[in-house]
């Protein structure tokens, strides 16, 4: 028998570097056994082995896993998807691993509680925070994390989720950044956290059906707070408080500001509107029909530079205009009047009751200059930047409009 046969039947060689294995391939044999017995440990139920054993296993497996490739960390991912005893640090590694590895803890691993959920939002990839809104019953505190990460496509899973639970601050960011993503507002106005000051800002840059929802669901005709501060009304007109006035006339029932006819060159409001149907809408033309309306210059400006259109409705019915003058109006703005952009409007003016349009009309109008609104805080950064040169007056206006 030659040298070479005896040694390959020689029982104490079999298996050994010098039967022909590679030092680098014991290595790896030894680390894959390794990793699956730590692995056993690990995922070895509470009633087997103590806890202390299994976190020491956990500490050594995820110093492994850091040296080792996608496959054996997936492997890993696999054994403790159901896991929910599993050691948290080694769970968080694995869950910002590269997306498909990540996905199989992600998606319903119990273990993983709010801390750990926003710290996976703030240093994962887009995807980990699509996974991350997708899981059941998401909380405020995770919400607030995926907003505030400013991910479009995390916000569209989150809203898309019917068991997360959003806070007042990441509908305000949402809401803010649905500015630039198109896909969210449809989805926003879905929500029952949405509040009337939140979708009346974001109806400017909505879709024409989710304006027309808009204006449906959130609109209300003021009847409780009328009746609660209708005896403030009597004793008002004396008091030289601003904020009360202002504050006021979100509430009051008159529209139409009657003392403005004294400063306009038109007897009333429609008359001022047929005018403009013939000369259009200029400057002075735009600033009589706002005094007149009861309404900012700047409010009707936004309503006239709308591209849609909704907002002349809203204007003409809260100010108690005949179909007509939403017409003449439509003329001034030297719009076509045989499109779909008037019937989709006039559809808007007639399903709108008076008294809600006065409520939106108002709201809009008291955002301006309100000392805080929930689309001031919704701003952007350019606002935040222009804070130091700039009043409230100037700075609540450039959060609603984006100007």
């Not at 004793?235 to 003392?259: C, F, G, H, M, N």
């Not at 009333?268 to 029909?289: F, K």
């Not at 008291?366 to 700039?390: H, M, N, Y």
């Amino acid at each position: 028998m030659s040298d070479r046969s005896s040694l390959a039947e020689s029982p104490g060689r079999q298996g050994g570097a010098s039967a022909g294995v590679s030092p680098a391939a014991a290595d790896g044999f030894a680390r894959r056994s390794l990793l699956r017995r730590l692995m056993d440990v690990v995922a070895l139920p509470s009633s087997r082995g103590n806890i202390q054993d299994r976190a020491i296993a956990g500490d050594l497996l995820l110093e492994i896993l850091v040296e080792s490739d996608v496959a054996a960390r997936e492997l890993c991912a696999r054994r403790l998807q159901e896991m929910s005893q599993a050691p948290k640090r080694l769970l968080r590694f694995l869950a910002l691993d590269v997306p498909h590895v990540a996905q199989l803890l992600l998606a319903d691993n119990k273990a993983f509680d709010d801390a750990d959920l926003c710290h996976i939002v703030e240093h994962g990839q887009s995807a980990h925070r699509v996974y991350v809104a997708q899981r059941r019953e998401i909380g405020p505190a995770v919400a607030s994390a995926i907003a505030e990460s400013g991910d479009p496509l995390a916000m569209k899973a989150l809203l898309e989720n019917s068991q997360s639970r959003l806070s007042d601050r990441s509908v305000e960011l949402m809401v803010a950044a649905s500015r630039d993503a198109p896909a969210l507002p449809p989805l926003l106005i879905q929500r029952e956290e949405v509040r009337p000051a939140h979708a009346l800002a974001m109806f400017w840059w909505s879709g024409p059906f989710e304006r027309q929802h808009i204006l449906l669901r959130f609109s209300a005709e003021r009847t409780l707070l009328i009746d609660m501060c209708g005896d403030i009304f009597s004793y008002s007109a004396t008091d030289p408080d601003p904020v009360v006035r202002k504050v006021l006339q979100v509430i009051e029932r008159r529209q139409r500001d009657r003392t403005a006819i004294d400063r306009s060159p038109h007897d009333s409001l429609e008359a001022a509107i047929d005018a403009a149907a013939v000369i259009g809408i200029t400057p002075e033309a735009l600033m009589d029909i706002a005094a007149l309306s009861g309404v900012k210059a700047s409010t009707a400006e936004r309503i006239c530079q709308d591209p849609g259109g909704e907002g002349l409705a809203v204007l003409c019915k809260a100010t108690g205009l005949k179909r007509q003058y939403l017409r003449a109006l439509w003329t001034a703005l030297r719009r076509p009047e045989d499109g779909p952009d008037f019937t989709r409007v006039s559809q808007a003016y007639e399903t709108i009751a008076v008294a809600k349009a006065q409520t939106v009309l108002r709201y809009w109008n008291w955002s301006l200059s309100a000392a805080f609104s929930p689309e001031a805080a919704a701003g952007r950064d350019d606002i935040d930047a222009d804070l130091a040169e700039l009043g409230l007056e100037d700075v609540v206006p450039r959060a609603v409009f984006g100007r």
